[in-house]
Nanobody, 121 residues
């Protein structure tokens, strides 16, 4: 029953901002690392940013200084604030989380359904 639900995607002009949210729910015991990935048409899915339970963050070089990942542990939610967006940021953005569900024996990786981000004038 664990599910990740993303929101916040859309169409934005170059230089604009968007904030993505991803809420995890359903029989969660604990969540370790959460992150955002993206996949542009014709390209492989790539890691954008991650945040550990201890709030350590990491970013792909192309978004450093423009994107900020954060999380609310109490709400089981991860965010991605995207500023100074560029056309090359256009992609489907996916939320990922390592979750230990009640009744499970270990952490498992879960994915959201994806949300489209389009940067265009």
């Amino acid at each position: 029953q664990v599910q990740l639900v993303e929101s916040g995607g859309g169409l934005v002009q170059p230089g604009g901002s968007l904030r993505l949210s991803c809420a995890a729910s359903g029989g969660i015991r604990t969540i370790n690392t959460m992150g955002w990935y993206r996949q542009a048409p014709g390209k492989q899915r790539e890691l954008v940013a991650t945040i550990t339970r201890g709030m350590a963050t990491d970013y792909v070089a192309s978004v450093k200084g423009r994107f900020t990942i954060s999380r609310d542990i109490n709400k089981n939610t991860v965010y991605l604030q995207m500023n100074s967006l560029k056309p090359e940021d256009t992609a489907v953005y996916y939320c990922n989380a390592d979750i230990w569900a009640w009744g499970g024996l270990a952490y498992k990786s879960y994915w959201g359904q994806g949300t489209q981000v389009t940067v265009s004038s």
